[in-house]
């Protein structure tokens, strides 16, 4: 991946394209949706490199499913963006709303943030939210049977528009943190950890 290799020595964590069995979060979805109580623990993984890569300055930029990669207890990540800027992104669905649309503004944690909430909300039902209106959050009311009410107020504050109301990388990880410890709602919900069949994105007709 074009901008990972001069800096790969020096970065914390399991930032490497990834070998062996893993599979990308996109494949593994393509198949099953994953349970919330899955998606909290890779949430939490995910959000610990971001840390580690932000107390070196660095922002991931290219945060989607394709970039995610899956063991049995292991994530890794890929498609590091540079220090601070990234080029265009292959999956505009996962972009924070402050990047633009040419994604040409410096990759900020907080663009991370508003990226990794649209991954954990594919990873639950299988698309990325779409925004209700221009300026708005996405709706996430199609999560309903996929996650109990505290997962989904804090993906919604995870993909709020403005910047300066999503959640610090430290403060969402302690929030799935808590999250896993908990437990919430123990019993298990309908519909999670389904396995896809022609599911398709609200609103999408099919063919």
Partial sequence: MAGEAPASP???G????????LISLENCVARRTLPWQEVVQRGRKILALLLAWE???ISHGFLSPRAVWLGDEEVRLSDLGMHGFAGPSPIPEYWAPERGPDSVRPVTPAADVYALGAVLAYAL?????RPLSLGAGPDLSHLQLSAPDPIRLLLAKMLSPAP???PTLRAALLALSALEERQPGACPLPGH????RGLRSPGRKSG
Avoid at 125 to 129: A, D, E, L
Avoid at 193 to 196: Q, T, Y
């Fill in 10 to 12: 020096d970065l914390p």
């Fill in 14 to 21: 399991h930032w490497c394209v990834p070998l062996g069995d």
């Fill in 55 to 57: 107390a070196r300055g």
């Fill in 125 to 129: 039902v299988g698309y990325p939210p």
């Fill in 164 to 166: 300066e109301d999503r």
């Fill in 193 to 196: 950890g389904r396995v896809r």
